[in-house]
């Protein structure tokens, strides 16, 4: 097994592995790189989706997602990413087309407790375009001004799944938006388990940043959202066939480019990944 670095201290590379057939040691060692890189990328894998769903459960528990709509119609757990693409009267459907693009985010937050992980397999890509962009939440909090620090400790983000302007999104069933409930999430957290500080914040998920006036809480928002791509901890991935990628919510932002040719394929598998129970 080779473990290169790919980023800017985010982003890492993993080759000469076959996941389905890794020992315990095996395992641990990518779950190690996935905790000191944040994003971790296993190349020339092919796999089955009960493979992808049995690879995927050694990181924790696996939960449906909100969308039900781009379910994979066999396995709840697995997201389908880029299928469906056209309207029935031919026109691009951008909520699948751009899903993910709209800004850097993390994945989940609109749950009470958000996605550990996210992991992707790749099954087809364009010609061109269609990279995911990653950015480090460790280095977004590390060079947060210290006025801001301060203004934040202490203080809680709400998310709801239409964002601040509570605008419905049909990757959702309109009885699924409807029920969801805003919830809310420390903005400077700690990573259970790498214990380092974090800027966890979402922009397009976040609804109000509580016990603020609206206007102070939509200018704090505008701000932190030019914190979460801080230069020197940022890195692009430019997806191949066979790749798994998996990224840790918890410490990381994303972003689809949402650029590829629309007629071309772009697919991957995706599940959503939780903390596994504790176990007794
Ligand atoms: O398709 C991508 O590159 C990422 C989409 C995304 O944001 C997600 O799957 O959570
Ligand atoms: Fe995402």
Redesign the pocket.
Known sequence: MEIRCLGEGIGAQITGVDVTTLDDAGFGKIYRAWLDHNVVCVRGQKLTPAQFLAYSRRFGRLVPHASKTTQHPEHPEI?M??VNKFNPDGTLNNKIYR???TNF?T?GNFEEEPYKA?Q?HCLAVPSRG???YFASMYTAYDLLPARLKQTLEGKFGVYIYGGRRKEYNPLLTQADFDARKPVRHPILGTHRETGRRVLYFDSVKISHIEGMSAEDSDALIEELTGCMTPHGAQYT?K?QVGDIVIWDNRCSY?????DYPPEEE?I?W?VSIKEAPASH
């Open positions: 997201t990413l880029g899903r993910g693009a985010h994945d996210t992707l269609g990279d995911t991935h997806w994303h972003q689809a480019a949402g772009r991957h995706r």
